[in-house]
């Protein structure tokens, strides 16, 4: 910002002005009574405010000082999504999960997680073959429901994100130290202090150095990642060799680990799925890809197919090694190796072990300062946070959610971050799922209110079935634990079996109301999700039910890190990006603002040009070259914004309806 003053200089990196804050914002001066109602007013509006394609790709052009570099292919990013989910998903949950929860039966729980993450990953990838944008979840959302639902659910995963970069991260210390022939406490320090903290300094620095490796761009960053995920998978392929010729069957009796029940089964589950959450950093990353309509859907699927077979393998290698009640939770592989006699073997486990712990964390620290960047160039926290240096990186938001999970790291054992994971992830996939039915069922001003209403109760009665089935399931009445966590019939178990079976059906006749009584209004052009509605459906059910197994802590840490992002919007964010669309409304880029969900705008008028045998293509160009381009000057002059957005409509009224652009505005 050459010859920029300092007001001007906070202003571009906090998106507004102490006036406009209060202008704006509250209304002040108060000249007439219902300036006093400005901020509520402000409140409905923004509520159910969409935000087109266009407006969204326009913002990350002009927010992140510049654009990303596009640098990745069908291969670096098939490996970006590997090697971060084969690190703490497969060395350090896995003997937690089964000697507390399942025993043997741990890989059904992986296989049931990774069910999820399928029906997910089709969804996420028509979004982001749809909207090539950083941002992902947040971008997908906020074009369909509305930003504040987008803002809930996108804050509640990048915080999921850091805590499951701190629980990967806390599995390289122990497995160092088998590496270093110690004990895997070894590098650990007792800090007994208030509560008392066991110190993890390599967690921390681990971090710390691949934060900076980020720095050095995209391209260098997901070329490490390729080379160290090609050795990890060579040594995963000798762990599941090696551990299928020293297994034991007998090992395997019980089947499920005494005391429990299916209902540990799928709390593992619920556990792991934090395991499957790659394919959504891959997804985070679609603004540095050099095709993403040709390479995202089969980095994404490829990924977690790959993932879910060596998953489900290393799982049974682990229960056919080692009984359940002498498993170790900190090396739990190495420790396996150790116990059947093949000591050599462990160092071999434990290198693997440190590549994949790295490359996890390495990628959930691009993941979410990706998910991060992009909301904040939607104004949902100070713009600075995305601004990108010189070599493309948007190096703000790295180093927040870098030095976010070392902290975390440094103080916080795996087993207490493990069932703080995984609940913020569910709801985004659950949410993302009912976008998709959202976007594929609904367009502004060409869907009757008729249809919409057919729309609105199938929906419900799909989410409404899933939960019943869910409460049926979780209820105490009908499974209750004793003093030895042991889950025995309580004094509705009789009626459980059929009220399931009522739910279950209810719930398959739902998903084929859905397909034959709601049109469906809008088909992307380049990649859909197959079986429509049947896996955005089954992905509502399923991610329901898996939110059904967390405990009570995880539900507490989400409603309150709720409450604070809620703060963080009325007081911020809901300001700070309505000051935002003056800026950008003397341009035709304004968001749409709806009691409905609104689509692009763009990809309506294609429909109507499609029907009516123009070329859509052409159609667009002929809409961008209409595009006005004068500017807002409300950030130069925040008394202005009357002015500009009169301007703003008389020039508007000037062109003529059948020739104005349609960016922003629906229909």
Known sequence: MEGATVNDKLVDAFGFSGWQYLHIGLGLPWKKPSDALAFPKLMCKRFFLTKSVEYMTQSAAEEGKAPLKKALNRVSLTFLGIGFMLGAGIFVSPGYIAQQLTGPALFISYLVAAFSAFLSSFCYAEFTVDMPLAGAAYNYISNTLGEVIAWITVSNLILEYILSNAAAVRGFAPYLALLCNQDSSYFLINWNIGPGYILDFWAFGVTIVVTILLQFGISESANVNSVITIIHLFLMAFIIIAGFVMGKKENFTPFIRQGSSWHGIFNGAAISFFSYIGFDAVATTAEEQ??????????????????????????????????????????????????????????????????????????????????????????????????????????????????????????????????????????????????????????????????????????????????????????????????????????????????????????????????????????????????????????????????????????????????????????????????????????????????????????????????????????????????????????????????????????????????????????
């Open 290 to 667: 050099i095709d993403p309509a040709r390479d995202m859907p089969t980095a994404i699927i490829g990924a977690v197919g790959t993932v879910t077979v060596i998953y489900t393998l290393m799982s049974v290698v682990l229960s056919l090694m080692v009984p359940n009640d002498m498993i170790n939770q900190n090396a739990t592989y190495a420790s396996a190796f150790e116990y059947v006699g093949l000591d050599w073997a462990k160092y071999v486990v434990a290198a693997g072990a440190l590549m994949g712990i790295t490359t996890t964390t390495l990628i959930g620290v691009l993941g979410a300062s990706r998910i991060l960047a992009g909301c904040t160039r939607e104004r949902m926290l100070p713009p600075f946070i995305s601004w990108v240096n010189s070599r493309q990186v948007p190096y703000v938001s790295t180093w927040i959610i870098g030095i976010s999970s070392a902290v975390i790291a440094l103080l916080t054992p795996f087993a207490d971050l493990a069932n703080m994971i995984s609940i913020g992830t569910f709801i985004v996939f659950w949410v993302v799922a009912i976008a998709l039915l959202f976007k594929r069922s609904y367009l502004p001003n060409v869907t009757s209110r008729r249809k919409f209403y057919i729309l609105l109760v199938n929906l419900f009665a799909v989410i409404g079935f899933s939960l019943g089935f869910t409460l049926v399931w979780v209820l105490p009445n009908y499974q209750e634990s004793d003093y030895q966590d042991a889950y025995v019939e309580g004094a509705d178990y009789a009626k459980q079996k059929p009220l399931l079976i009522a739910m279950g059906v209810l719930f398959v006749a739902s998903c084929f109301s859905f397909k034959y009584t709601v049109a469906v209004e809008y088909t992307p052009a380049k990649y859909v999700a197959p079986l429509f509605p049947f896996i955005p459906c089954v992905s509502i059910f399923v991610n329901l039910f898996l939110l059904g197994q967390l405990d009570q802590k995880s539900y507490l840490r989400f409603g309150w890190w709720t409450v604070a992002a809620m703060g963080v919007y009325y007081s911020y964010s809901m300001i700070a990006g309505e000051v935002k669309d003056l800026k950008y409304e003397a341009r035709d880029m304004l968001p749409t603002v709806h009691v409905l969900p609104a689509h692009d705008s763009l990809a309506l008028q294609d429909v109507k040009d499609s029907r009516e045998g123009v070329d859509g293509d052409a159609a667009l160009q002929g809409h961008q070259q209409l595009k006005r381009s004068s500017v807002s000057t409300l950030a130069q002059h925040p008394g202005a914004g009357a002015t500009a957005h009169e301007s703003s409509r008389q020039q508007r009224a000037a062109v003529p309806a059948s020739n104005r652009p349609s960016v922003g505005v629906s229909g």
